[in-house]
């Protein structure tokens, strides 16, 4: 079992950065599949990269595709999601999860822990 806990957002302009971090408690973080997802307000929360336990395969959603960059360090136990080029539309609650499984998935219900979520706030 593990314990995702999200970092790291904040306010940025339209076209800046951000790098959010998600560390999980527990010895057993490189068994875990890792994606991140996000939730704006009166949307559904939806899937935005993820990452295979090795490290060795990612995928993401197209609207993110070439600006973010999903990375994990399994000795530190925890997955990096780096934003670059953001926009308003970006504008969520960035949460982070894991899959018991050695590969990445898109669908949120395939995950089985959630972190509490990180405030990103994009203006223009």
């Known amino acids: 079992q593990v314990q995702p806990v999200e970092s790291g957002g904040g306010l940025v302009q339209a076209g800046g950065s951000l790098r959010l971090s998600c560390t999980a408690s527990?010895?057993?973080?490189?068994?875990?599949?890792m994606g991140w997802f996000r939730q704006a307000p009166g949307k559904e929360r939806e899937f935005v990269a993820a990452?295979?336990?090795?490290?060795?395969?990612?995928y993401y959603a197209d609207s993110v595709k070439g600006r973010f960059t999903i990375s994990r360090d399994n000795a530190k136990n925890t997955v990096y999601l780096q934003l670059s080029s953001l926009k308003p539309e970006d504008t969520a609650v960035y949460y982070c999860?894991?899959?018991?499984?050695?590969?990445?998935?898109?669908?949120?219900?395939?995950?089985?822990?959630w972190g509490q979520g990180t405030q990103v706030t994009v203006s223009s």
């Open positions: 990452i295979n336990r090795s490290g060795g395969g990612t």
């Open positions: 999860a894991a899959r018991e499984s050695p590969f990445w998935d898109y669908d949120r219900r395939n995950y089985d822990y």
């Open positions: 527990g010895r057993t973080f490189s068994r875990y599949a």
